[in-house]
């Protein structure tokens, strides 16, 4: 398939700010919740990842994310190449409030990436998060962030497929079902209590 018919037109700011709403509404993003969003500069310009990093790209994203951010209140995290061990560029408030390990460095393009090292001197008080379990996330260009999503993940299709000439992915997450074949998982009427049957569990 054409790329040309599964992309948007428009800036890049324009493109993933319409990615970003849409995993925003279906993820119920707002205050308190945490998106992840790693991102290849070099595919998105059309490169090979690692291999061509521009932060004019890393800049204009930004401009997009911040612009959804700041409409609907969520944090973003942002996910540093794998020569940084796929830390995460945060605000040290939320890195403190959510108690996470901090990790010593300072992202450059040639070592944590583009996208992170311009998040990081556009942040008020940056660090580096080892890990965090984000509630939603967007990858532009296949940088694989799983090993930052909460369970479970559910894979979610944008409207969009491309952001650039990079590949985007999204994901959101709900929390785990648990129980065996008893359980349920949606409220019913009151009365429905007290019919019971002889294998109740107390």
Do not use: W
């Amino acid at each position: 398939m054409d790329q040309s018919s599964i992309s948007a037109g428009g800036s890049l700011k324009e493109q993933v700010a319409l990615v970003l709403r849409e995993i925003v509404e279906v993820a119920h993003l707002g205050a308190g919740k945490v998106l992840v969003v790693g991102t290849s500069t070099s595919e998105v310009a059309g490169s090979r990842i690692g291999t061509a990093g521009a932060l004019e790209v890393a800049i204009e994203l930004l401009l997009g994310i911040e612009e959804v951010r700041e409409e609907y209140g969520f944090h973003v995290v942002f996910q540093c190449c794998e020569h940084l061990n796929r830390s995460l560029v945060i605000e040290r408030t939320l890195l403190e409030e959510l108690c996470l390990t901090e990790v010593a460095a300072i992202p450059y393009p040639t070592a944590g990436g583009s996208m992170a090292s311009a998040a990081y001197r556009k942040m008020s008080n940056p660090c580096l998060a080892e890990s965090v379990e984000a509630h939603a996330g967007i990858d532009i260009g296949e940088t694989m962030i799983g090993m930052h999503i909460r369970h479970v993940a559910v894979p979610f299709r944008p409207s969009i497929r491309y952001i650039g000439h990079a590949r985007v992915n999204a994901a959101y997450t709900r929390p785990k079902l648990i129980g065996g074949e008893r359980a349920q998982y949606r409220l019913e009427e009151e009365s429905s209590i007290s019919q019971g049957n002889s294998h109740s569990c107390d």
